[in-house]
């Protein structure tokens, strides 16, 4: 944003079109429905960190490659249009108002997937939902969950934490399973 009048802006976020999300860009303006490139997303909003939590900026997907910045610092980067991916941004927000910045890009390549051609429609946009979420100052980070593949009535859990931690328990429960443990 500019701060005085001399000072030259490349881009204001708050007079551009803007978009409601989770969504395409493809299907909202007719003159993006065959763009492939970048379009760049910001939100500002209020936020107040509760004491001893983490902050996770989660987001169902992003077709298919995207940069985030929480106020103006990066945030982190990922790749694949339909899976789900988040960062823990604690660190990068501030008390009050806040701003993130995602810049998607939908270009196809010959090196990456999906290749040149393929037989679905290239839609471009954040297209599932954008949450933050506060957690615990350890959580769950990642986990893997799978069945025996010679025994179908056992199943392989595991799970990593944020931090390395001596003698932490984790739930693992399925209720469709009958499963809590």
């Known amino acids: 944003k500019q701060r005085d009048p001399k ?21 909202k303006d007719e003159r993006l429905f065959f763009y492939e490139g970048n379009v760049w997303f910001k939100k500002s909003f209020t936020y ?5 939590r983490r902050t996770i900026l989660y987001f ?6 995207a940069y985030v910045w929480v106020n103006g610092r990066k945030a982190g980067y990922h ?22 910045v995602v810049k998607v890009d939908n270009r196809r390549s010959a090196e990456s997937i999906p290749t040149l051609n393929f037989d679905w429609w290239n839609y471009g946009g954040i297209t599932r939902d954008i949450m933050l979420v506060d957690l615990a100052p350890v ?4 986990y893997s969950l799978q069945l025996d593949r010679k025994d179908f009535n056992k199943i392989h859990f ?3 934490l944020s931090e390395a931690q001596a003698g932490k328990s984790v ?11």
Request: charged share 30%; proline share 3%; net charge negative.
């Open 79 to 100: 790749i694949g249009g339909f899976t789900a991916f988040n960062m823990d941004v604690t660190d990068l927000l501030r008390d009050g108002e806040n701003f993130i």
């Open 158 to 160: 595991s799970a990593k």
């Open 139 to 142: 959580y769950v980070e990642n």
């Open 171 to 181: 739930r693992l429960k399925i209720d469709e399973l009958g499963i809590d443990k």
């Open 7 to 27: 000072e030259l802006v490349e881009y204001n976020f708050d007079k551009s079109d803007s978009m409601v999300l989770p969504s395409d860009w493809n299907t």
């Open 60 to 65: 169902g997907a992003i077709n298919y490659e």
């Open 48 to 52: 107040h960190p509760q004491e001893n």
